[in-house]
T-cell receptor
Framework: ETGVTQTPRHLVMGMTNKKSLKCEQHLGHNAMYWYKQSAKKPLELMFV???????ENNSVPSRFSPECPNSSHLFLHLHTLQPEDSALYLCASSRGTGGLDEQYFGPGTRLTVT | QKEVEQNSGPLSVPEGAIASLNCTYSDRGSQSFFWYRQYSGKSPELIMF????GDKEDGRFTAQLNKASQYVSLLIRDSQPSDSATYLCAVNPTSAGGYNKLIFGAGTRLAVHP
């Protein structure tokens, strides 16, 4: 699926580092999402942006900071992470039409915090 | 707490058989239901969605929804080894808003053996 791209694909960072994950969608969608996928756990919704406005923030620690400068780009800024934050971080996008809205995922960033 | 439950598996079926994957959800007001396939090390890929009671067929895949029983299933006919993956059930608990707040199950791992 080339409609949603994510960079980098792999990231190793120390607990004191600051890094950013980038997501870009080429589908003309109006909603974008960040998910966290840890081993043997369900996908966890972290943030939702609809028309560049943050509409969901699911009790995510402040060491994760999202940014949506326009409807095609979404960032996740990371700082002072913990080893338990190691996971696959997935970006998704959708048209933004509500209940029957299909979400399409990017390839993910595999994050390892050392 | 809104939940989506799936048997983690693995569900092992022989090639050519019908694989039946099941999902239950706790929020009776849920509006739409999605099945994603996730190969190991890859991101989720949308297979089907359903929002009305009954069956919906797409090629070898059939989604079944029973809102009274709060149950949704995915049937895969003529299973192939390439169908071996983890299947994620996702539920949208509301139709409100211009975005789709999916709740995911932990997934069922399917293994199709020759």
């Amino acid at each position: 699926e080339t409609g949603v791209t994510q960079t980098p694909r792999h990231l190793v960072m120390g607990m004191t580092n600051k890094k950013s994950l980038k997501c870009e969608q080429h589908l003309g969608h109006n909603a974008m999402y960040w998910y966290k996928q840890s081993a043997k756990k369900p996908l966890e919704l972290m943030f939702v942006y609809s028309l560049e406005e943050r509409v969901e923030n699911n009790s995510v620690p402040s060491r994760f900071s999202p940014e949506c400068p326009n409807s095609s780009h979404l960032f996740l800024h990371l700082h002072t992470l913990q080893p338990e934050d190691s996971a696959l971080y997935l970006c998704a996008s959708s048209r933004g039409t509500g209940g029957l809205d299909e979400q399409y995922f990017g390839p993910g960033t595999r994050l390892t915090v050392t | 707490q809104k939940e989506v439950e799936q048997n983690s598996g693995p569900l092992s079926v022989p090639e050519g058989a019908i694989a039946s994957l099941n999902c239950t959800y706790s929020d009776r007001g849920s509006q739409s239901f999605f099945w994603y396939r996730q190969y190991s090390g890859k991101s989720p890929e949308l297979i089907m969605f359903i929002y009305s009671n009954g069956d919906k067929e797409d090629g070898r895949f059939t989604a079944q929804l029973n809102k009274a029983s709060q149950y949704v299933s995915l049937l895969i006919r003529d299973s192939q080894p390439s169908d071996s993956a983890t299947y994620l059930c996702a539920v949208n608990p509301t139709s409100a808003g211009g975005y789709n707040k999916l709740i995911f199950g932990a997934g069922t791992r399917l293994a199709v053996h020759p």
